[in-house]
T-cell receptor
Framework: GIQVEQSPPDLILQEGANSTLRCNFS?????LQWFHQNPWGQLINLFY???GTKQNGRLSATTVATERYSLLYISSSQTTDSGVYFC?????????????FGQGTRLTINP | AAGVIQSPRHLIKEKRETATLKCYPI?????VYWYQQGPGQDPQFLIS???????DKGSIPDRFSAQQFSDYHSELNMSSLELGDSALYFC?????????????????FGPGTRLTVT
């Protein structure tokens, strides 16, 4: 099956810093999503981005499908950005099928 | 906007008991997915349903079963619970419409049910 690798596994920053999280995947995909899992366990949709670039406030994401990677940028980090960031991909030959998650990047923002 | 609803949010069971988790998808969404997330792990796909028919299956134990009802809500039934079943169980929904090429089908996740087996 498809492999998803995220880097770095852990990232500790001071408030106000910028960060780049990377997601590599081993095959072409139909769907790529970025999630933020907050300390309460909730998975929050950040981006649906199988290709191209999107921005939402301090967050932006870029997926280069031909090179099989996606990047999540967080600017001017806040303590509320802490949590685990997951990249998840879907590669189906028919039907809407499962998301395969990476191992996540644990981000800690210190005040 | 309406989100995916899961109930209960927390559940404590003893070994060998049964549990039923419920999921109410976003209105008009036709596909439901179940995922299991163990402590410190990433979510793992269990099973999905499109228009009340099973559409995909992952590493779901034989002790677990699920279905989607006519109102599109779904239930995950878990029997003979084991300590290793303790996890966060997510339900997600999407609007697939049977045409994956023409329609983006972003999955939206519910808040999860935290199951503890003692």
């Amino acid at each position: 099956g498809i492999q998803v690798e995220q880097s770095p596994p852990d990232l500790i920053l001071q408030e106000g810093a910028n960060s780049t999280l990377r997601c590599n995947f081993s095959d072409s995909v139909n769907n790529l999503q970025w999630f933020h899992q907050n300390p309460w366990g909730q998975l929050i949709n950040l981006f649906y981005i199988p290709s191209g670039t999107k921005q939402n406030g301090r967050l932006s994401a870029t997926t280069v499908a031909t090179e099989r990677y996606s990047l999540l940028y967080i600017s001017s980090s806040q303590t509320t950005d802490s949590g685990v960031y997951f990249c998840a991909v879907e590669r189906s030959v028919k039907g809407a099928q499962k998301l395969v998650f990476g191992q996540g990047t644990r981000l800690t923002i210190n005040p | 906007a309406a989100g995916v609803i899961q109930s209960p949010r927390h559940l404590i069971k003893e070994k060998r008991e049964t549990a039923t988790l419920k999921c109410y998808p976003i209105p008009r969404h036709d596909t439901v997915y179940w995922y299991q997330q163990g402590p410190g792990q990433d979510p793992q796909f269990l099973i999905s349903f499109y228009e009340k028919m099973q559409s995909d299956k992952g590493s779901i134990p034989d002790r677990f079963s699920a279905q989607q009802f006519s109102d599109y809500h779904s239930e995950l039934n878990m029997s003979s619970l084991e300590l290793g079943d303790s996890a966060l169980y997510f339900c997600a929904s999407s609007l697939f419409r049977g045409d994956r090429i023409a329609w983006p089908y972003e999955q939206y996740f519910g808040p999860g049910t935290r199951l503890t087996v003692t």
